[in-house]
């Protein structure tokens, strides 16, 4: 499922599309939002979304075998809550 078909159920069953296409832009944000501040996003039967930071590392160059430093990095990780495991 894209956006557009997200779109689309959220204005089936609830709403206009031009106000389920602003429920979603605005649930988009709020998540966007919330994990630019390092805030995790909690979703009750749905899941959590967090920001990871990886450390940094040392790893090769595969063309010349070189050592190379790879910096630290942000992530997002998903964990999906256990009523949302259970539908699998």
Request: aromatic content about 4%; proline content about 3%.
């Amino acid at each position: 499922m894209n956006k557009a078909q997200l779109v689309e159920v959220v204005a089936q069953n609830t709403c206009t599309k031009k106000e389920a296409q602003m429920a979603v832009e605005s649930i988009w944000n709020a998540i966007k939002g919330s994990l630019k501040k390092k805030e995790d996003v909690t979703i009750s039967g749905f899941g959590t979304f967090r920001v990871k930071v990886t450390k940094p590392r040392m790893g090769r160059n595969p063309k010349t075998g070189e050592t190379i430093q790879i910096p630290s990095k942000k992530k997002i990780a998903f964990r999906a809550s256990k009523d949302l495991k259970s539908v699998l």
